[in-house]
């Protein structure tokens, strides 16, 4: 089962309960396609709609997270929103995870610096050797997360 159709099947209650999800799922709600927008405040679990419902059709406001779950979170579950939730929450849990964590964060924006720089460029170029050193000494030393997880044996990992 694909994460998607994990988030499809899951109660809508329980998806609102992660603040990333309610972010995610407020910014498809509030697409211009659809004329109501109905916004989720995780702080006190309140639902709120634009423009504001008329006082007679209160009453209906209860069916509105059965109607969002029915009718908006099987479209959320295809857009490329909700690929980039799963790849946030896959972000987050590889940080907090043992394999990854702040190190390895710290060396891929580091790269990602020096990898954005023209070496052959003088004026840049004292910069970009400082840099360099930089990740040699912090993060490719013998014992550091990044050297760790590079030598692991891939395939042993996943026969596990």
Same mark, same amino acid.
């Given at each position: =089962? %694909?994460?998607?159709?994990?988030?499809? %099947?899951?109660?809508?209650?329980? *998806?609102?309960? @992660? $603040?990333?999800?309610?972010?995610?799922?407020?910014?498809? #709600?509030?697409?211009?396609?659809?004329?109501? /927008?109905?916004?989720? /405040?995780?702080?006190?679990?309140?639902? %709120?709609?634009?423009?504001?419902?008329?006082?007679?059709?209160?009453?209906?406001?209860?069916?509105?997270?059965?109607?969002? $779950?029915?009718?908006? *979170?099987?479209?959320?579950? !295809? /857009?490329?929103?909700?690929?980039?939730?799963? *790849?946030?929450? $896959?972000?987050?849990?590889?940080?907090?995870?043992? &394999?990854?964590?702040?190190?390895?964060?710290?060396?891929?924006?580091?790269?990602? !610096?020096?990898?954005?720089? @023209?070496? =052959?460029?003088?004026?840049?170029? @004292?910069?970009?050797?400082?840099?360099?050193? =930089? #990740?040699?000494?912090?993060?490719?030393? &013998?014992?550091?997360?990044?050297?760790?997880?590079?030598? =692991?044996?891939?395939?042993?990992?996943? *026969?596990?």
């Amino acid at each position: =089962m %694909s994460s998607a159709e994990i988030i499809r %099947s899951t109660n809508l209650i329980i *998806l609102l309960e @992660d $603040e990333i999800f309610a972010d995610f799922f407020n910014t498809f #709600l509030s697409l211009p396609v659809f004329g109501q /927008t109905p916004f989720y /405040t995780v702080e006190n679990s309140q639902w %709120s709609l634009w423009p504001e419902m008329p006082c007679n059709l209160i009453a209906k406001y209860k069916g509105l997270l059965t109607w969002l $779950e029915k009718y908006r *979170l099987h479209f959320f579950c !295809k /857009t490329n929103l909700c690929f980039h939730y799963i *790849l946030c929450q $896959e972000f987050i849990s590889f940080i907090k995870s043992p &394999e990854g964590g702040e190190e390895l964060v710290d060396f891929w924006i580091l790269t990602e !610096k020096i990898l954005s720089i @023209d070496e =052959m460029d003088l004026e840049v170029r @004292d910069y970009y050797l400082s840099l360099l050193l =930089m #990740l040699r000494a912090t993060h490719l030393q &013998e014992g550091s997360r990044v050297v760790t997880l590079c030598n =692991m044996n891939i395939n042993a990992q996943s *026969l596990v």
